[in-house]
Structure formats: C-alpha cells, structure tokens
C-alpha cells in the first residue's frame, strides 16, 4: 500500500510589485497593454502573464506563468488558476506578447482563451480578457474583438 500524504500547508513566494504596478487600476483593454507591455513587451520570446485583480480591478499579483519559444508558448489552464487562486483574485487578465511584432491572435491564442475562460467560469475567477502586446506598444484585445 502506498502512503498517503496531507497537504497542512501551500506556501507561494511573494515579491514586491515595482511600486507603479502595485494596486494599479485596469479600467480598459488600454490600461492591461501598457502594464503588459512594460512587463513583456520587450522580450524575445513569447511569454505569458498572468495579471490577477481584486474586485476593484486593481492589479494584486503578476505572474509570468510560462516562457516559451519564439513563436508558441504552451499553457494550461492549471497554472493560470492556481497563480489566481493563491492571490485571491476576483478576475485576471492574461497577455502575451508576440516577438515579431504582429499582435494578430493565432488560432492556439484563441482556443488557449476560450479554454481560460471556461475554466475561470467554472471555479469563479473571471477571465475579463487575453490581451496581445509588442514591443511598439501595439495591442490586441480578444475581448474587444469577441474572441471568446
């Protein structure tokens, strides 16, 4: 027989959001992208980040739930809730950004979405939106364009 164990405790590394993130408002699709922006938009390869608000739509964690390769990053729904799940966020926005510059979602970007919001309907952590940056600044929001 095999033991069984019990989880007593999750303990989550915290640290200090950079003092212009903390509590910062996210009113729009706009306000995500330029947060998002100036937290990825300047990597090389795509990487996927997790904003989780409370019910005032102010930002109380970032994540960078997955690094990928230059043109994918592979996520599950698992690692995005449990980042918000440990928060205690309300809702989250996710982003990505896009190392060629084109903010266009692919077809992965919008099954990857639709699965999110799926799962945060389930468990009660809202997806409010999936936002796509560059590094230009560019954006695309999947909530402005019904996407999911």
Not at 104 to 120: C, H, N, Q, Y
């Given at each position: 027989?095999?033991?069984?164990?019990?989880?007593?405790?999750?303990?989550?590394?915290?640290?200090?959001?950079?003092?212009?993130?903390?509590?910062?408002?996210?009113?729009?699709?706009?306000?995500?992208?330029?947060?998002?922006?100036?937290?990825?938009?300047?990597?090389?390869?795509?990487?996927?980040?997790?904003?989780?608000?409370?019910?005032?739509?102010?930002?109380?964690g970032l994540h960078r739930c997955h690094v990928g390769s230059l043109n994918a990053s592979i996520v599950h729904p698992r690692e995005v809730m449990k980042s918000a799940i440990l928060n205690n966020a309300a809702s989250i926005i996710v982003s990505h950004q896009h190392p060629s510059g084109?903010?266009?979602?692919?077809?992965?970007?919008?099954?990857?979405?639709?699965?999110?919001?799926?799962?945060?309907?389930?468990?009660?952590?809202?997806?409010?939106?999936?936002?796509?940056?560059?590094?230009?600044?560019?954006?695309?929001?999947?909530?402005?364009?019904?996407?999911?």
């Amino acid at each position: 027989m095999e033991p069984v164990f019990e989880v007593v405790r999750i303990r989550q590394e915290i640290r200090d959001l950079k003092e212009d993130y903390a509590r910062h408002k996210v009113g729009s699709p706009a306000d995500a992208a330029e947060l998002a922006t100036k937290v990825i938009g300047d990597e090389d390869r795509e990487v996927f980040l997790v904003m989780m608000l409370n019910t005032k739509n102010q930002v109380v964690g970032l994540h960078r739930c997955h690094v990928g390769s230059l043109n994918a990053s592979i996520v599950h729904p698992r690692e995005v809730m449990k980042s918000a799940i440990l928060n205690n966020a309300a809702s989250i926005i996710v982003s990505h950004q896009h190392p060629s510059g084109q903010c266009d979602p692919s077809r992965e970007d919008i099954d990857v979405t639709k699965r999110l919001a799926e799962a945060g309907r389930i468990i009660g952590i809202e997806l409010l939106d999936h936002v796509i940056v560059n590094y230009k600044g560019d954006f695309y929001s999947m909530r402005e364009n019904a996407k999911f």
